[in-house]
């Protein structure tokens, strides 16, 4: 039987939800949960990367004690958030949340300096102060060499 892993890493929560195909229909089975919060480091709202990544190996090895190894894997986060990272792929910085303050105000000073209609039509997305682009422009001076190099 061909197996199927989507991993959903919530806000809150993450699962890893087992699917295969049966009589046409999809049967999805929860095999692995686990929580997910937010650690405060120098004053910003931060993801445990590690932590995550290690609640991830664990949903895996869980398919290997179920016998029931997929066949592909899909991983669903939250669409906003990034993490820098160096030539030798080493995280730079915090992994800050789109939770965190350090947006506020920042979308309304890059609209005035490159435009609503502007920005608008470079990403075609609502205007919410969490988005990537007022991250990466919150972005301290320290790692703006880094973000730029995107």
């Given at each position: 039987m061909n197996y199927f892993l989507a991993i959903d890493i919530g806000a809150s929560s993450g699962?890893?939800?087992?699917?295969?195909?049966?009589?046409?229909?999809?049967?999805?089975?929860?095999?692995?949960?686990?929580?997910?919060?937010?650690?405060?480091?120098?004053n910003q709202l931060c993801w445990e990367v590690d932590k995550l990544f290690s609640h991830i190996i664990k949903g895996l090895k869980q398919c290997v004690f179920?016998?029931?190894?997929?066949?592909?894997?899909?991983?669903?986060?939250?669409?906003?958030?990034?993490?820098?990272?160096?030539?030798?792929?080493?995280?730079?910085?915090?992994?800050?949340?789109?939770?965190?303050?350090?947006?506020?105000?920042?979308?309304?000073?890059?609209?005035?300096?490159v435009g609503h209609r502007e920005i608008y039509r470079k990403t075609g997305i609502q205007f919410m102060e969490f988005n990537t682009l007022y991250q990466m422009s919150s972005v301290d001076s320290k790692n703006k060499q880094a973000a730029c190099s995107f």
């Open positions: 699962r890893h939800l087992l699917g295969h195909i049966e009589n046409e229909q999809i049967v999805l089975e929860e095999i692995y949960r686990f929580e997910n919060k937010l650690t405060s480091v120098d179920l016998g029931k190894i997929p066949k592909s894997i899909g991983i669903d986060t939250w669409g906003v958030d990034f993490v820098l990272l160096d030539s030798d792929d080493n995280v730079i910085g915090n992994t800050v949340s789109y939770r965190d303050s350090r947006t506020k105000g920042v979308m309304n000073d890059v609209c005035d300096q």
